[in-house]
């Protein structure tokens, strides 16, 4: 299974939903760098449930607990290791799910690669496991603001509206919550203070390390960055980005159409980007499903589910974003003497 990401700065995360504990192992982060673990704390209860409407009623309360890695507030160059403890597990909600297959869920497609699941909360292929992104994320965010380098996300769009206050958001969620329903949407993530010539050519391009970063969580179920989908509707005139030399001597360029990154390697201009969410696939009313010998059945809704992923993904997002941009930062110092 493919549970690590990174070629220097490598996460590798483990756990299963109901299981005893969330973790992971950052491994190749430079010695010395200063790590605030109330900030990262901080940051990790934001993907918290219970503080927006329509979230799961799931209470973990996921304080990290660093085994390797950080003595004294700094990084030791050696493998960070990590868990959180799962403590609000009801497995007993999932008694009907593991005789069954789940419409949209990975219950079937697990099973037919691997023979066997974990029905309970879906196993290795819930959400949960994003906490230990998040974590490893928070300490990726601290190193990089060392290089002044910032990481921030927001909500664009919930569902089909676009551009509303994050008050509306709520009021959105709640609505569709209460009749057993979910939303989607979209998420924008900008990383300012890059330099030019982070990424790859070819194969480990930068807005490709991203899209696989994000695409590979949960729910995400499309990417673009700069312009994106929309550059393929103008002409090369409109979307031009023209360089000029900047007063303090830099080369930059005019506008920013795309997104920061040119030929697969960051050009030194903001790297913006959308996440594109699909509705939580479970929902609070009866669902159509199949059981294991293929005949029809229906589910009940049990368990405690998200109504729309979209606020508590806010720091995954963040978390994926500072993973592959440090990684990247990390590959370039030893692309030259």
Same mark, same amino acid.
């Given at each position: 299974?493919?549970?690590?990401?990174?070629?220097? %700065?490598?996460? #590798?995360?483990?756990?299963? =939903?109901?299981?005893?504990?969330?973790?992971?192992?950052?491994?190749?982060?430079? !010695?010395? /760098? @200063?790590?605030?673990?109330?900030?990262?704390? &901080?940051?990790?209860? $934001?993907?918290?449930?219970?503080? #927006?409407?329509?979230?799961?009623?799931?209470?973990?309360? @996921? &304080?990290?607990?660093? %085994?390797?890695?950080?003595?004294?507030?700094?990084?030791?160059? #050696?493998?960070?290791?990590?868990?959180?403890?799962?403590?609000?597990? &009801? =497995?007993?909600?999932?008694?009907?799910? !593991? $005789?069954c297959y789940r419409p949209?869920?990975?219950?079937?497609?697990?099973?037919?690669?691997?023979?066997?699941?974990?029905?309970?909360?879906?196993?290795? !292929?819930? *959400?949960?496991? #994003?906490?230990? $992104? /998040?974590? *490893?994320?928070?300490? *990726?965010?601290q190193a990089l603001e060392r290089l002044g380098i910032t990481v921030e996300a927001r909500i664009v769009q919930v569902g089909p509206h676009f551009g509303v206050a994050a008050e509306e958001h709520e009021r959105l969620i709640a609505e569709v919550a209460k009749d057993g329903d979910t939303l989607g949407g979209i998420i924008e993530c900008v990383v300012r203070g890059v330099p030019a010539g982070l990424g790859e050519p070819l194969f480990g391009k930068l807005h490709a390390q991203l899209a696989a970063a994000m695409m590979s969580i949960p729910s995400v179920h499309g990417f673009e960055y700069g312009d994106g989908f929309d550059m393929a509707t103008r002409r090369g005139s409109e979307v031009m980005d023209e360089l000029e030399l900047r007063e303090d001597g830099t080369i930059g360029t005019v506008t920013n159409h795309s997104g920061g990154i040119q030929g697969g390697i960051s050009n030194g201009e903001d790297i913006a980007m959308r996440i594109a969410?699909?509705?939580?696939?479970?929902?609070? $009313?009866? %669902?159509?499903?199949? @059981?294991?010998?293929?005949?029809?059945?229906?589910?009940?809704?049990?368990?405690?589910?998200?109504?729309?992923? %979209?606020?508590? *993904?806010?720091?995954?997002?963040? !978390?994926?974003?500072?993973?592959v941009i440090l990684d990247n930062h990390l590959i370039k110092k030893t692309n030259v003497l």
């Open positions: 299974m493919m549970n690590t990401i990174g070629k220097i %700065l490598t996460l #590798t995360t483990f756990g299963e =939903s109901h299981g005893p504990a969330m973790g992971g192992v950052l491994d190749g982060m430079p !010695a010395g /760098v @200063d790590i605030d673990m109330d900030a990262l704390q &901080r940051f990790v209860d $934001r993907r918290r449930t219970g503080q #927006t409407a329509g979230s799961s009623s799931r209470a973990e309360q @996921d &304080r990290v607990e660093v %085994l390797s890695g950080i003595w004294q507030g700094k990084t030791l160059g #050696t493998p960070i290791g990590f868990i959180v403890r799962n403590t609000d597990a &009801r =497995s007993a909600d999932y008694e009907e799910i !593991a $005789r949209n869920h990975a219950d079937f497609t697990w099973q037919a690669k691997y023979g066997i699941r974990d029905p309970r909360g879906g196993g290795r !292929a819930s *959400a949960r496991e #994003t906490v230990a $992104r /998040v974590i *490893a994320g928070g300490i *990726a965010i969410f699909k509705p939580v696939p479970t929902l609070m $009313r009866p %669902l159509p499903a199949i @059981d294991c010998d293929g005949n029809p059945v229906t589910l009940q809704p049990r368990g405690r589910h998200d109504a729309c992923v %979209l606020p508590r *993904a806010l720091p995954i997002v963040e !978390a994926m974003a500072a993973l």
